[in-house]
């Protein structure tokens, strides 16, 4: 079976008009059409940059120099409008309330779906589809600055995934929430990436929650992207993780460590319950 590409960034360079350096210097990175891709990099290195590109605000709505092609579903985004491109590409911001616009939950997931032209037939099911999802469908007529942290984020997807665009990306979606929140947009991600219907790309510091969702991990350093595995192959080398400022997950790095000193042989976890099956594995080993 051919893989279609949903993403593929081709030689990409691209500078901010007022800046010197450039934010990312000849990238090349490939994302199949319904994977889920997690993003991680120190702060700085260029992640949202990389985004914006795969969004096409990059050029579209920035000013800068750009060399190289990225093309969402075969298309160069350059060359794409940006209407098209809002309903291909979702963009959800680590900050919530920055996308807010309405007085109530639900006028501000109707607000997107307006914007890129749903038939009227077709709205109701749509915000009862993305707010169930999220979790948020009891919501609707609150006003989305009267929530918590957790909740806005959620009203913040649910907008986005009403559009049902076919790559959704999430920059940064548990940065500014608590444990809770976090655990539900994990929730969310596993219960679209379980859909299969769309491309997953997950900008994430926090990878304890993500790793074990990616069919590949992406990581950018300094303007470039270094590596791109599958998560148990990337969170291996803790060495070179260790020197590009990334964290493993800390089951991982614990599993590592054994295998270094010859203590398990099997595959690394990624998760903690992952972690406590080798672990008991382990034992039983020893014991028999
Ligand atoms: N609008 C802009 N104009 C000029 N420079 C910018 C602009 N936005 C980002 N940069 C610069 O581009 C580089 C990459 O920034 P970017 O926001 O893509 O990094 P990031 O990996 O998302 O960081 P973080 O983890 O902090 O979100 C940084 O040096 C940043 O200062
Ligand atoms: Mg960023």
Same mark, same amino acid.
């Given at each position: ?28 990175? %490939? ?9 991680? !990099? ?9 985004? #914006?590109?795969? %969004? ?17 579903? !075969? ?13 291909r590409v979702g963009y959800v911001f +680590? ?16 607000? !997107?779906?307006?914007?890129? +032209? ?9 915000? /009862? ?20 942290? +957790?909740? %806005?984020? /959620? ?12 790559? #959704? ?12 929140? %976090? ?8 219960? #679209? ?96």
């Amino acid at each position: 079976m051919t893989v279609r590409w949903a993403v593929e960034v081709e030689d990409f360079s691209w500078r901010y008009q007022q800046a010197r350096e450039f934010a990312l210097r000849d990238v090349n990175l %490939k994302i199949p059409e319904g994977s889920f891709t997690l993003v991680v !990099g120190p702060n700085e290195s260029g992640k949202t940059t990389l985004m #914006l590109a795969i %969004k096409g605000l990059i050029p579209h709505s920035l000013p800068g120099t750009l060399r190289g092609t990225v093309r969402v579903f !075969g298309q160069p985004v350059e060359h794409t409008s940006a209407p098209v491109l809002a309903k291909r590409v979702g963009y959800v911001f +680590g900050d919530p309330e920055a996308q807010f616009t309405a007085l109530t939950v639900e006028e501000e997931i109707l607000f !997107g779906l307006e914007n890129i +032209g749903v038939p009227e037939e077709e709205i109701g099911e749509r915000i /009862r589809w993305a707010s169930e999802l999220t979790m948020v469908a009891d919501l609707l007529d609150k006003p989305p600055y009267d929530i918590s942290g +957790g909740q %806005k984020q /959620r009203v913040a997807i649910a907008s986005v995934l009403a559009m049902r665009p076919d790559i #959704l990306i999430l920059d940064e979606p548990t940065s500014m929430i608590d444990p809770l929140g %976090k655990d539900q947009v994990v929730q969310i991600c596993a219960e #679209l990436k379980a859909t299969g219907s769309m491309t997953i790309i997950v900008v994430e510091h926090n990878v304890e929650a993500f790793a074990h969702l990616a069919d590949q991990v992406v990581l950018v350093y300094r303007g470039q992207v270094v590596r791109v595995a599958p998560p148990r192959e990337f969170f291996e080398d803790l060495e070179f993780l260790a020197q590009h400022d990334v964290s493993p997950p800390q089951v991982t790095t614990l599993f590592a460590l054994l295998r270094e000193r010859g203590l398990y042989n099997g595959a690394l976890p990624l998760t903690d319950d992952e972690g406590i099956a080798a672990g008991w594995q382990l034992l039983a080993g020893e014991g028999s």
